[in-house]
């Protein structure tokens, strides 16, 4: 029962670096999500994708890039961490459509970032 | 005015009590809703949806009035495991594409 696996699980990067934040996901979803939360300001979407190849800009998107070559995957990229990306980072995922139990959003566990 | 507004608590209850949290939002267009719980330091994971009919899950119930764009969630005989911060979740199509949109969430703490 893997459902949304982020890794790493934490990260302590230097301003000006760079990494990647990998999310996988075993459900066969179509959407994928990537959200930031920071104390006082709740979940906020950074990036999401409605399906394979496909990206789109969330709320908060400067300062990340992000890519979606294979359906069960979902790359978060910092190209030059600053330390406002210090945060928590969530990745979901979700089925579409109408009807009842759909656009549910599953969770990965997380990944701490500090840029110093 | 804020898309999804909720009293950010804490809310501190004794063992037992019955507690309710409120949830408003602002797009009239929203299609679903969910209460999610997050405990502390872990990833958000759905509590329950919320249905226009209102629903219960044991001793959980939220209501949704579509009119007041208002949901509430009501905890009966509250446990030492309830102790998280319940997040009211809007899904609103826009662009094209489904999106949540999370509130701050609201503290509960349930004392022995």
């Known amino acids: 029962n893997a459902g949304v696996t982020q890794t790493p699980k934490f990260r302590v990067l230097k301003t000006g670096q760079s990494m990647t934040l990998l999310c996988a996901q075993d459900m066969n979803h179509e959407y994928m999500y990537w959200y930031r939360q920071d104390p006082g300001m709740g979940l906020r979407l950074i990036h999401y994708?409605?399906?394979?190849?496909?990206?789109a800009k969330g709320e908060v998107p400067d300062g990340y890039n992000v890519s979606r070559l294979k359906k069960q995957n979902f790359l978060l990229g910092l190209e030059s961490a600053a330390p406002s990306q210090t945060s928590v980072y969530f990745c979901a995922s979700s089925e579409i459509g109408q009807t009842r139990g759909k656009n549910i959003q599953y969770f990965g566990a997380g990944t701490r970032l500090s840029v110093l | 005015r804020k898309e999804v507004e909720q009293d950010p608590g804490p809310f501190n209850v004794p063992e037992g009590a019955t507690v309710a949290f409120n949830c408003t939002y602002s797009?009239?267009?929203?299609?679903?809703f969910f209460w999610y719980r997050q405990d502390c330091r872990k990833e958000p994971k759905l509590l329950m949806s919320v249905y226009s009919s209102g629903n219960e899950d044991g001793r959980f119930t939220a209501q949704l009035n579509r009119a007041s764009q208002y949901i509430s969630l009501l905890i009966r005989d509250s446990k030492l495991s309830d102790s998280a911060t319940y997040l009211c979740?809007?899904?609103?199509?826009?662009?094209?594409?489904?999106?949540?949109?999370f509130g701050k969430g609201t503290k509960l703490s349930v004392i022995p």
């Open positions: 994708s409605v399906g394979e190849g496909t990206t």
């Open positions: 979740v809007v899904n609103m199509l826009g662009a094209g594409s489904y999106q949540l949109t």
């Open positions: 797009n009239s267009a929203s299609q679903s």
